[in-house]
């Protein structure tokens, strides 16, 4: 086994065993109490997952084991002095837990590099499909075929014992990861670049040789493929494509079908879609202008507008964070660095200064700070990469780093299959009558 792995086993071996202790002392203490509008609108707010790669902070935002991005800009190895810290270092940071030196992250991009051979049958399922197919529609196609490389499902043929699931996990895990970047970039330039492909460029790292593949050979887009890829990584356990994946997973389905699945619910307009909807709308408040320097009172008008409309402002509000997101700011730190002069850029740092006032105005709204959608489209499309519907696709190269992380210790781990219990309408009416329970097992 490769260091990371013989690294990963030896921590969930011990985390195992504590988890074991604190269910035999504490398994039968409760966490909070539910609410019947909790069960009716989305389970905000239950507790009822362990992710151990991250942890969501309604004021501090998002920490990959206990680290924020700011402390992992400055902490994790990167691949020039100074620059954006490589994913492979996150990575390993998630999967085992503790920051990795240069070389362990040196031995990750090695590790991915030799394992992101694509079979071709998945490049002709891509093919098969119309070209005006949506790009997360030919991703998620793409990772269905290359299920038939599954590791654990072979061996689960055989009849693996359990507490060596997490063995071929592990292996599909690394494969997965290593291949996104070459599925992604074939769709990329089939769909845009005249199906003129780039081979991958094997002394790249993973977020480098994505941008290469891509057919961007600048080097600050190379570092925002890096930073891009750190900071949409994971966002703890319970949104949408990050419960999928464990939910499916937890069926010991292999990490091609719970990771696809995963994609599906980051398609949705209400998740990874987001950052798609905020440069349209940017796009098309520009053409209502007909200005690409809009000024703060015309960006509050058509802010009014669009709520007054029954539509909401995209890149705004969050379920749990109440501050700015910091994976926002890191961007705009970025764009300063990168490009203070964009005009496209300019316009976010516009709204930024607009919509949350508005929005406190209106006195509904939780958290009317921008998300990390309602910065990344006008950094990429800086760069010229213009084709706001592959934005979700880059999302999903990067969250795969995360889902699957969490996928190796679900399986670690032996977590059960998820089974929450459901209930209907007319047992809720029959409980406030008092003739009955509704809290069964």
Not at 83 to 100: K, N, Q, R, T
Not at 145 to 169: H, V
Request: charged share 20%; proline share 5%; glycine share 8%.
């Amino acid at each position: 086994m490769g260091s990371i792995k013989e690294k990963f086993k030896e921590k969930a071996d011990i985390a195992a065993a504590e988890i074991k202790d604190l269910l035999k002392e504490h398994g039968t203490k409760t966490i909070g109490e539910v609410t019947l509008a909790q069960v009716y609108q989305g389970m905000r707010g239950i507790t009822g997952l362990v992710t151990e790669t991250s942890l969501l902070d309604a004021q501090e935002g998002i920490r990959f084991r206990g680290y924020s991005i700011p402390e992992l800009q400055a902490k994790l190895p990167s691949a020039i002095p100074g620059g954006e810290p490589l994913p492979e270092g996150l990575f390993y940071l998630m999967l085992i837990g503790e920051l990795p030196t240069v070389e362990e992250v040196q031995d990750v991009t090695s590790i991915l590099q030799r394992r992101s051979h694509v079979p071709t049958h998945v490049f002709q399922t891509i093919d098969a499909l119309p070209i005006n197919t949506h790009p997360m529609t030919m991703f998620v196609t793409a990772v269905m075929a290359l299920q038939t490389e599954s590791n654990f499902a072979k061996e689960y043929s055989k009849g693996i014992n359990k507490k060596d699931y997490w063995n071929p996990m592990f292996d599909d895990a690394m494969d997965l990861i290593a291949r996104l970047p070459r599925i992604a970039a074939y769709i990329y330039r089939r769909k845009y670049r005249n199906n003129e492909h780039i081979q991958p460029n094997g002394l790249l790292d993973w977020a480098g040789n994505l941008a290469h593949m891509m057919g961007f050979n600048d080097e600050s887009f190379k570092e925002l493929m890096r930073l891009y890829m750190t900071i949409h990584a994971d966002h703890e356990g319970g949104n949408v494509s990050a419960h999928t994946t464990h939910l499916v997973g937890s069926a010991l389905s292999d990490p091609y079908l719970s990771y696809a699945a995963g994609m599906n619910g980051l398609a949705g307009p209400l998740h990874g879609l987001a950052n798609q909807e905020v440069i349209k709308w940017i796009f098309e408040m520009q053409e209502k202008l007909q200005t690409e320097e809009p000024s703060a009172e015309q960006i509050a008008q058509y802010v009014k507008d669009t709520l007054a409309g029954g539509k909401v402002v995209p890149g705004y509000g969050h379920a749990v964070l109440r501050k700015t997101d910091p994976r926002f700011t890191a961007q705009m730190e970025f764009g300063k660095k990168h490009m203070p002069d964009d005009k496209l850029v300019n316009t976010v740092w516009k709204v930024y200064e607009t919509v949350p006032p508005i929005l406190q105005s209106l006195g509904k709204i939780k958290n009317p700070w921008p998300n990390v959608d309602a910065h990344s489209g006008a950094l990429l499309v800086h760069y010229g990469l213009l084709e706001y519907e592959f934005y979700t696709v880059l999302f999903a190269v990067s969250r795969a780093m995360g889902v699957l992380a969490s996928l190796c210790w679900d399986r670690a781990l032996g977590f059960a299959i998820e089974r929450p219990k459901s209930i209907t309408t007319e047992s809720v009416k029959l409980w406030l009558e008092g003739k009955g329970e509704i809290w069964g097992d």
